[in-house]
């Protein structure tokens, strides 16, 4: 394809916030190379994503597609963050129904590539006839998608009791760690519906022109070049997407300055920061044990403490009665939403408890910060968590293996262990190190550069070269 052609690019991922923003960020690079986006979701994920930039709002299309009712889902739900995870399949049986007006909008737009999530399944058996190429945007790293396999794999009949699912599969080359645990898998299941992630992956990528990922060949070499083995088509890492910090701070941002005067308080690096996901939905007495946890640990710290979704409706306060008058002279609770850019990036931060979901993992090793692994026990998180520790720039807070129950003692010794036992000093000098690959905007710009330069050079009898 002619470098210079400009080309039209529709944007379709999949209805959570995690997943509309990095498609902006890619959006927003290769709009800046002249080429047209049309970025495709519903009204109220579209509504969620931060302003363009004027200089690219030219380029870039909001198109939006009203969510259509299903048996199951709420009236007004449109993402993730906004069911219980049980509910998720229904958001799925609701997100396939746009089969039918992205159809019609392909048919009369001249689109020359859809970047796309791991979702619609369909999608291929919409493009092919349309002359449109894909490209499977997955916003795992090289590590989750390693694990999950090649095609034949994900399609197959075998793995299919949790069991499978918790050792290390065959294919895997190179030394590793990365399994999930009896409750992750179990807990995962409750997000499918009839058509199963593992079969959606498995179509889309035998569907797609290539492959990319959020990884870079400095993090995780094996397991990307294992992906290319895998998947017989070229995989073009669009690298880590790491977020930039606002420019200046925001007049007017009152929790932020708040929380700014009480880490300023603090000295360096001295405070551990917790945030479990707008998803992440635990029992009662979990939510008890990581409260003692956090207060036995006699830190200082502050906890973002998000409304999860319950059934039909929000819970107000997931924090046990009296824990936050226990720690008042240490812990800071914010609700409902942190500045935690902001936050991880203070010099009095030292380290994250983190649900290991790969953008909140990008976001504290960009500022060096050690990690407090906790997954969040669903999707990729478990294999974060093990990646996470078995890379030492963490600890994973032990948990039993098939119901994901843990003590609090238990995450106070590990809450010391990152911050400030002598057996911590190795965790904290190497998430210190990742500095260097997280927080690296030129290795960044590098690869979005590469990924965009594949999609203007692409040729159909590249599909089974391999790209360096």
Not at 62 to 75: A, K, N, T
Request: aromatic share 10%; charged share 20%.
């Amino acid at each position: 394809m002619d470098r210079t052609k400009k080309l039209h690019i529709a944007m379709f991922p999949w209805l959570a916030y995690g997943h509309t923003m990095p498609f902006l960020e890619v959006s927003k690079f290769i709009a800046q190379k002249g080429h047209r986006i049309s970025f495709i979701s519903t009204p109220k994920n579209i509504s969620r994503l931060p302003k363009l930039p004027p200089h690219l709002s030219s380029n870039i299309t909001f198109v939006e597609f009203s969510l259509p009712q299903v048996d199951g889902l709420p009236p007004g739900v449109e993402s993730t963050a906004e069911v219980p995870i049980e509910n998720v399949p229904y958001l799925k049986n609701a997100y396939d129904k746009l089969q039918g007006p992205l159809t019609e909008f392909l048919k009369n737009s001249n689109v020359n590539w859809i970047i796309h999530d791991f979702e619609p399944y369909w999608l291929p058996g919409v493009a092919a006839p349309l002359g449109i190429n894909l490209v499977l945007f997955c916003l795992f790293n090289a590590t989750a998608l390693a694990f999950m396999g090649p095609p034949s794999a994900l399609l197959g009949e075998f793995r299919k009791r949790p069991e499978e699912f918790t050792v290390v599969p065959e294919w895997i080359d190179y030394p590793c760690n990365v399994a999930l645990k009896h409750h992750e898998i179990v807990n995962h299941i409750k997000c499918m519906n009839d058509v199963s992630d593992f079969q959606r992956m498995g179509q889309l990528i035998q569907g797609s022109q290539f492959v990319t990922t959020r990884a870079c060949f400095e993090f995780e070499p094996d397991e990307i070049k294992l992906l290319i083995k895998l998947y017989q088509k070229p995989v073009v890492p669009v690298g880590l997407l790491p977020p930039s910090l606002p420019p200046n701070e925001e007049k007017g941002d009152d929790k932020w300055e708040a929380t700014k005067s009480w880490l300023d308080s603090k000295g360096e690096k001295s405070v551990f920061y917790i945030a479990l996901g707008s998803e992440v939905n635990m029992s009662e007495e979990s939510m008890r044990q990581l409260a003692f946890g956090i207060e036995k640990s006699n830190l200082p710290f502050i906890w973002a403490v998000r409304k999860r979704p319950m059934g039909e409706g929000l819970i107000d306060n997931i924090i046990p009665p009296g824990f936050e008058e226990r720690v008042s002279n240490r812990g800071l609770v914010l609700r409902d939403w942190a500045p935690q850019l902001r936050i991880l990036a203070h010099s009095s931060v030292g380290g994250f408890l983190t649900h290991c979901g790969w953008s909140s993992i990008i976001e504290a090793l960009k500022f060096g910060r050690a990690l407090i692994v906790f997954s969040g026990a669903s999707a990729d998180q478990g294999l974060n968590a093990r990646l996470l520790h078995g890379r030492k720039v963490g600890i994973e807070i032990e948990r039993n293996e098939m119901d994901g129950s843990f003590t609090s003692d238990l995450v106070a010794k590990t809450i010391r262990q990152v911050l400030v036992e002598p057996e911590g000093e190795a965790i904290r000098a190497n998430a210190w190190a990742m500095k260097e690959i997280f927080d690296n905007e030129e290795l960044s710009n590098n690869y979005l550069d590469g990924f965009t330069r594949f999609i203007e050079e692409f040729v159909p009898s590249a599909c089974h070269t391999q790209i360096s």
